[in-house]
C-alpha cells in the first residue's frame, strides 16, 4: 500500500531532551512537510523540503530541525529549546511543492 | 499574504439534516482550493479539491464545494449528513509561494 507512515503514535518528552518524529512515504513524493495542530490554531507549517538535502524553514521553525538524506524520509527532531513542544503533529507530502498534500496519520508528543 | 477564515468552530446538526461549513479565503493570486476532513486523532484526509474548470467539486460521500470567485468563498454543502460525518473539517488555500495555508476548522456535530 501506498501511503505516508509516522512514528511513534505517541511521544513523551523529558524537561531538556531532544526528541525525533520519523516520517517516510512511499509515494515517490519529491516535497515533504512537517505541520504542528494545537486546538482551535489549525495547521502551522514548521518546516518543508523540494527535494533532497534541501529544506526550507516554515512559520514555526523555532525550536525545531529537520534533515532530508533521502528522498522518502523526513525526520523532525523537537529540541529543548522548543519551549511548549506539546501538540499534534502532522507529516505530508505532494509530488511538487504546487500539488496536492496528502498527510499521515499524526505523532502526538507530550511533556513529562 | 493569503489567509483562509472559518467563521464556525462549531456546527451541530441532527441526522439527516443537510449542512453548510463556510470558508472565505483572501489572496492575491489565482489559487488552488481543498476541504480536509480529520477524525479524532488521526490524520488529514482529502475530501475534495478545486483546482480550475467546473466551480462546483464533489466527493465521493456526497459532500460537494462551490468555488466563487467573487466572494472569495468555497462553502462545503451536504444535503444529508450521517453520524459519521462528525469530525473536524479544515478549508485551505494553495496560493502565494505555493504555501498551503490552513484556516482554524470547523467540528461538525451530527446527533440522532
Known amino acids: 500500500d501506498g501511503g505516508i507512515t509516522q512514528s511513534p503514535k505517541y511521544l513523551f518528552r523529558k524537561e531538556g531532551q531532544n526528541v525525533t518524529l520519523s516520517c517516510e512515504q512511499n509515494?515517490?513524493?519529491?516535497?515533504m512537510y512537517w505541520y504542528r495542530q494545537d486546538p482551535g490554531q489549525g495547521l502551522r507549517l514548521i518546516y518543508y523540503s523540494q527535494i533532497v538535502n534541501d529544506f526550507q524553514k516554515g512559520d514555526i521553525a523555532e525550536g525545531y530541525s529537520v534533515s532530508r538524506e533521502k528522498k522518502e524520509s523526513f525526520p523532525l527532531t523537537v529540541t529543548s529549546a522548543q519551549k511548549n513542544p506539546t501538540a499534534f503533529y502532522l507529516c505530508a507530502s505532494s509530488m511538487a511543492q504546487t500539488e496536492t498534500q496528502y498527510f499521515g496519520p499524526g505523532t502526538r508528543l507530550l511533556v513529562l | 499574504a493569503q489567509s483562509v477564515t472559518q467563521l464556525d468552530s462549531q456546527v451541530p446538526v441532527f441526522e439527516e439534516a443537510p449542512v453548510e461549513l463556510r470558508c472565505n479565503y483572501s489572496?492575491?493570486?489565482?489559487?488552488?482550493l481543498f476541504w480536509y476532513v480529520q477524525y479524532p486523532n488521526q490524520g488529514l484526509q482529502l475530501l475534495l479539491k478545486y483546482l480550475s474548470g467546473s466551480t462546483l467539486v464533489e466527493s465521493i460521500n456526497g459532500f460537494e464545494a462551490e468555488f466563487n470567485k467573487s466572494q472569495t468563498s468555497f462553502h462545503l454543502r451536504k444535503p444529508s449528513v450521517h453520524i459519521s460525518d462528525t469530525a473536524e473539517y479544515f478549508c485551505a488555500v494553495l496560493g502565494t509561494a505555493s504555501k498551503l495555508t490552513f484556516g482554524t476548522g470547523t467540528r461538525l456535530q451530527v446527533t440522532l
Open positions: 509515494l515517490n513524493h519529491d516535497a
Open positions: 489572496s492575491s493570486v489565482s489559487v488552488y
